[in-house]
């Protein structure tokens, strides 16, 4: 119920800020031309509560899953005398700054609040901005599958050369279900081969099998176990298993479990010198899983981030640039069929997102969060469809070129097919992330 709570609040305080500052952009440029605006709602439907200033409504509405900013004269459906602070009396150029205002700010947002995350506090893991040589690979995963071994380095990704770890994820964790073409460096020799993360997962393809590699550095031991009566030490670095070199904790475990009681000899480092042990896994029981283990536990190291502004500014360009153009990509695949709409997250998503990201110590993963719906919704409502801001620019556009006004007959053809298709998609989209959140209930469906 905790978890519950936390999602609904988070999300509401999510959803609010984007809603406000993308709807605040359209107000502002609406008002700096001299456009008459008759309402100002964040959220759909019926009015909540709210007060008038002036000649506008500022409410909330009963629907929280949007905003709107009604200006005079706006739709196709709306009647207009031709006075001045009718939005279609004034010049398209106009119309379009506007227009383009409400998701301006939303990836401006973007930017500002991933600026501030960076400049105050953030952490996140050593190895994410490092080359990308694998640690791990499941068994029986996709990676495993397609023959990814541990220790090799991924020198190409898709069209990326030379990527770090978070440059790997996030074009895996757009591609479920795609091929993604990887080029590996292992003993001087390049690999050309591709991996296909499976559909149908609730991380959509976000990790094909592999983990990243990390040093297996002591972070702490536990008492009258192997690894602490064998002498080690907080601190060591272990680097083999019986002379087999290891690149992450989650190797050591799995080759644990293939020795089983068998003494081991660990290569262990500590102050730059090597030197080595024998120990003997144990078999323990923990909640009901029985696995060998010598008695340490090795974390990943974490970096700090305290960067000036003029460094901090330049990372989050970089990071929302990256995003842009991933958010693009999906969508291509999505309209190909290469990826499946269940890779799309409604507010129910978005809410399970959020309430994860505030139950994390601090207040910067939310932040983080934040601004990545804040760039997703900017970029959303730049797609050319009717009823998108994207759409109404797209419109003016063609009647600049024209040098007349499409008719109204075909605006409100457009209109009407594209409030079908997007509540069609949004009726789907909402439906899967149901299924998703509730528990078994994919079992009980055809």
């Known amino acids: 119920m905790e978890g519950f ?31 008459r605006v008759e309402t100002f709602s964040i959220g759909f ?5 709210g007060f008038r200033r002036g000649e506008t409504d500022y409410r909330i509405s009963a ?15 709306d009647s207009r005398t031709g006075a001045p602070e ?87 964790s757009t591609s479920p279900g795609a091929a993604v073409r990887l080029d590996l460096l292992r003993d001087r020799q390049v690999i050309a081969t591709s991996v296909v993360p499976e559909k149908g997962s609730e991380e959509q393809g976000s990790n094909p099998g592999w983990t990243p590699y990390n040093p297996n550095t002591v972070a702490s031991l536990e008492a009258e176990m192997p690894a602490a009566k064998a002498g080690i030490k907080v601190g060591d670095s272990i680097t083999a298993i019986d002379g ?43 909640k009901g899983e029985s696995r060998y283990r010598i008695g340490m536990v090795s974390e990943p190291k974490y970096i ?37 709409i269940k890779t799309m997250s409604s507010p129910i998503g978005m809410a399970k997102a959020s309430g994860e990201a505030a ?7 939310l932040m983080r969060m934040m601004a990545l719906f804040s760039l997703q919704l900017g970029i959303f409502n730049l797609f050319p469809i009717p009823i998108l801001d994207g759409g109404m620019i797209l419109m003016l556009l063609i009647e600049g070129l024209m040098r007349r006004d499409i008719s109204m007959r075909i605006k409100e053809r457009a209109y009407q097919v594209a409030f079908v ?22 079992q009980h469906l055809p």
């Open 63 to 77: 629907l929280p899953l949007g905003g709107y900013v009604k200006m005079t004269g706006e739709t196709p459906l």
């Open 45 to 49: 439907g019926k009015r909540l509560v």
């Open 359 to 365: 139950r994390q110590p601090g207040w910067s993963p």
């Open 86 to 172: 009718e939005f279609m009396s004034h010049p398209r150029w106009q119309r379009i700054i506007i227009a383009l205002a409400g998701p301006f700010m939303n990836i401006a947002l973007a930017i500002g609040l991933l600026t501030v995350v960076y400049m105050v506090h953030d952490e996140e893991p050593a190895f994410w901005g490092e080359k990308a040589t694998v640690g791990f690979v499941a068994p029986g995963s996709t990676a495993d599958k397609v023959g990814v071994k541990a220790g090799d380095t991924i020198v190409k990704i898709a069209n990326v050369d030379n990527p770090t770890w978070e440059d790997v994820y996030l074009q895996t």
């Open 304 to 340: 700090s981030l305290h960067l000036p502004f003029k460094a901090a500014l330049s990372k989050s360009l970089d990071e929302n640039r990256k995003f842009s153009f991933l958010v693009v990509d999906l969508v291509k695949k999505l309209a190909r069929g290469a990826v499946s």
């Open 5 to 35: 709570l936390i999602a609904i609040v988070s999300i509401v305080f999510v959803l609010g800020v984007l809603v406000l500052v993308h709807e605040f952009g359209h107000f502002a440029a609406a008002k700096l031309f001299g456009v």
């Open 421 to 442: 298709f997007l509540m069609l998609f949004a009726a789907v989209v909402i439906f899967n992330d149901i299924v998703k959140t509730v528990p078994g209930l994919h």
């Open 244 to 286: 087999a070199p290891i690149y992450s904790t989650e190797s050591m475990i799995a080759m644990l479990q293939q020795t089983k009681e068998k003494p081991v000899e660990l290569t262990v480092q500590r102050d730059g010198k090597e030197f080595k042990v024998t120990v003997t896994p144990q078999l323990t029981n923990d």
